[in-house]
């Protein structure tokens, strides 16, 4: 799938180890890929700690 760059960027991130092999096996039982795992996180935390952004 392309990406649609109106509308998404790209940005390096550093993680620990053990923290993206655990991204990469709760994504890959979601049936997700680790970006769209960490976007969804991302979005669940931001929804539920800062919903008057």
């Keep these: ?3 649609d760059k109106t509308k998404n960027t790209t ?5 620990p180890i ?3 092999d655990k991204i990469k ?7 997700r890929s680790a ?3 960490i ?5 669940e935390y931001i929804k ?5 952004n």
């Design 39 to 43: 976007v969804n996180a991302v979005k």
């Design 11 to 15: 940005m390096s991130l550093t993680v």
């Design 1 to 3: 799938m392309a990406i």
């Design 48 to 52: 539920n700690n800062h919903s008057d």
């Design 25 to 31: 096996i709760l994504a890959n039982e979601e049936s």
């Design 35 to 37: 970006n769209s795992f």
């Design 18 to 20: 053990e923290l993206k």
